[in-house]
């Protein structure tokens, strides 16, 4: 009696693997093919090199997507994408520049050294809309659209990030042109894209099952001016004289 007990444990433990490992198959294959929908969606884009920065057609403003920072210093991936965006507005290709980041914690902050950036450049206050909580590319997106009211963008980041950012907006109706800010190797290349693979799987959920934010009338009008967007603690800083050389400050 108990080798049979004992044989009918077993053959159920394989029946559970082989259910498990046939669903994880079919997991993996999708996630596979999603990852691999959103590069060859990607091509439907106009893309542009931050080198090339002149070529790509004007709009009314670029988004900067957050990325880490340590203090006040943003990181490599940060730096490039404000450095490209600033390269856009003193070329005249947007008027606006919106800056989306991560400020939901008390200890971290990403948006106060990116406004920093952009002052340090001579960017008028005016021209610089900030969303303090753009968690997520997802998030940025979708406050842009309907707190600024923005129907087209040039989004300024990376590679690697720019398939999964131009597909979110197009399907948000934000008509987007992408200017890829990779001035560099970064150190964590093949994490990021790791990343990215896990990331782009969520923005499919995103953006076919999770139901979109009534787009009621824009609180602030990208026309308009973006100083009333801004923190008061970010509207009083205090900068140096000098400017940035993309670099240092």
Not at 94 to 116: A, H, R
Not at 146 to 161: A, D, M
Not at 163 to 169: D, E, L, S, T
Not at 228 to 243: A, I, Q
């Amino acid at each position: 009696m108990k080798s049979k007990n004992l044989s009918l444990f077993w053959d159920k433990l394989k029946k559970f693997f082989i259910f498990f490992f046939k669903l994880f198959f079919i997991v993996f294959t999708i996630s596979i093919v999603v990852d691999m929908y959103f590069e060859i969606n990607y091509f439907r884009y106009e893309r542009v090199h931050c080198k090339s920065a002149e070529q790509i057609t004007p709009k009314m403003a670029a988004i900067v997507l957050g990325a880490a920072v340590y203090g006040k210093k943003p990181s490599a991936i940060l730096t490039d994408r404000l450095q490209c965006a600033l390269k856009l507005y003193k070329q005249k290709k947007v008027k606006k520049i919106i800056l989306s980041g991560d400020n939901g914690k008390k200890y971290y902050n990403e948006l106060t050294p990116m406004l920093i950036y952009m002052m340090k450049n001579k960017v008028k206050k005016d021209d610089i809309f900030v969303d303090y909580e753009g968690f997520r590319t997802y998030d940025s997106l979708h406050r842009a659209k309907v707190l600024f009211s923005v129907n087209e963008l040039i989004i300024v980041t990376q590679s690697f990030h720019q398939p999964r950012a131009a597909f979110i907006a197009e399907s948000l109706g934000i008509k987007v042109s992408c200017l890829e800010s990779d001035l560099r190797t970064y150190k964590d290349d093949s994490k990021n894209r790791f990343r990215e693979y896990l990331a782009r799987n969520l923005a499919w959920l995103d953006v076919f099952f999770t139901e979109p934010i009534p787009n009621k009338e824009a609180k602030f009008p990208i026309e308009k001016s973006g100083k009333k967007t801004w923190k008061e603690r970010d509207l009083d800083l205090k900068l140096e004289t000098r400017t940035l050389n993309g670099e240092d400050f």
